[in-house]
């Protein structure tokens, strides 16, 4: 079946640096979509990625979607302690309604 | 949008026993789904509940363990039977709302029933 891997499991941050959490699916997808999970929390949508290449940004988040829409990436900038969480990515493949999660990437943020 | 609430938040009980977990959500929506979440790991589907007929079972995941009702569009039910300490987790109710465009695709989560069985 398909297989969403994420990487890094873990992420520990110095407050201000940036990091990147990358997702990779075996086949292709119709889209891909991040989740935020604060602790103790539940998962919240972000955003949405459906067109080849696309780049989309939220104030210091920035989402990408692989050309052959098989990869994904999250560029968090200027870490801040509200970054702090479990990330995952979703891949939703073609004829297929359910999304696949990653095993997502938790950050931790040192001040 | 879609507000879900999750009865009860928290249990903990007795090995053999069974808990059932409500899901209700304050408008109509068209899919809803359970997850099952273990400590520290990521989201497993369980099944889609569909309304007024039999819910769509993932592997490893059976009817008999995890029985399944969705009397209409707002309200689900997922009953954990005959319940060893294995099934100690937080499961998760979960709906998407649309037909189309980001509505389509994009899932909210209830705040998740954390059960402990001793």
């Known amino acids: 079946g398909q297989q969403v891997m994420q990487i890094p499991q873990y992420q520990h941050v110095q407050e201000g640096e940036d990091f990147t959490t990358y997702c990779n699916s075996s086949t292709t997808l119709s889209n891909i979509q991040w989740y935020k999970q604060r602790p103790g929390g539940h998962p919240v949508f972000l955003i949405q990625?459906?067109?080849?290449?696309e780049v989309k940004k939220q104030k210091r988040l920035t989402f990408q979607f692989g050309e052959a829409k098989k990869n994904s990436s999250l560029h968090i900038t200027a870490t801040q302690t509200t970054d702090v969480g479990t990330y995952f990515c979703?891949?939703?493949?073609?004829?297929?309604?359910?999304?696949?999660f990653g095993a997502g990437t938790t950050v931790t943020v040192r001040a | 949008s879609a507000v879900i609430s999750q009865k009860p938040s928290r249990d903990i009980c007795q090995r053999g026993t069974s808990l059932t977990i409500q899901c209700q959500v304050d408008?109509?929506?068209?899919?809803m789904f359970w997850y099952r979440q273990q400590p520290g790991q990521s989201l497993t589907l369980i099944a889609t509940a569909n309304q007024g007929s039999e819910a769509t079972y993932e592997s490893g995941f059976v009817i008999d363990k995890f029985p399944i009702s969705r009397p209409n569009l707002t309200f689900s039910t997922l009953t954990v039977s005959n319940m060893s300490p294995e099934d100690s987790s937080i499961y998760l109710c979960?709906?998407?709302?649309?037909?189309?465009?980001?509505?389509?695709?994009?899932?909210?989560f209830g705040p998740g029933t954390r059960l402990t069985v001793l």
């Open positions: 979960s709906v998407r709302t649309g037909t189309s465009g980001r509505a389509l695709n994009e899932q909210f």
């Open positions: 408008s109509q929506v068209t899919m």
């Open positions: 990625l459906v067109k080849s290449g």
């Open positions: 979703a891949g939703r493949p073609f004829n297929d309604y359910k999304l696949s």
